[in-house]
């Protein structure tokens, strides 16, 4: 069982910068692979990013690439969302997610979930 947090969303202007952290707990939780997915008013939700647990490889988005960054420190039980010239386009609620099984991470089908955090781009 993992009980994830998300803290870090807000109010920022286009082009600006947020970091978004997800705080875990339960036991092994270093062994479960990671992600971030999003959802904006009226639309699906959809994948962001996520994070392997044994080599830390990442997967992004198409629409993120180059701009956001996922990275988790095992030791602390957080993963990160280091987010970089953001747009309008990227206002969404953002949640957390992570599964044993990467592959569920990257299809944002995973067995936990945490609440989310709205982030907010303005122009």
């Known amino acids: 069982q993992v009980q994830l947090v998300e803290s870090g969303g807000g109010l920022v202007q286009a082009g600006g910068s947020l970091r978004l952290s997800c705080a875990a707990s339960?036991?092994?939780?270093?062994?479960?692979?990671v992600g971030w997915a999003r959802q904006a008013p009226g639309k699906e939700r959809e994948f962001v990013a996520a994070?392997?647990?044994?080599?830390?490889?990442?997967r992004y988005a198409d629409s993120v690439k180059g701009r956001f960054t996922i990275s988790r420190n095992n030791a602390k039980n957080t993963v990160y969302l280091q987010m970089n010239s953001l747009e309008l386009e990227d206002t969404a609620v953002y949640y957390c997610?992570?599964?044993?099984?990467?592959?569920?991470?990257?299809?944002?089908?995973?067995?936990?979930w945490g609440q989310g955090t709205q982030v907010t781009v303005s122009s």
């Open positions: 994070i392997n647990w044994s080599d830390s490889t990442t």
């Open positions: 997610h992570a599964d044993s099984d990467v592959r569920a991470t990257m299809t944002i089908a995973s067995d936990y």
């Open positions: 339960g036991r092994d939780f270093n062994r479960y692979a």
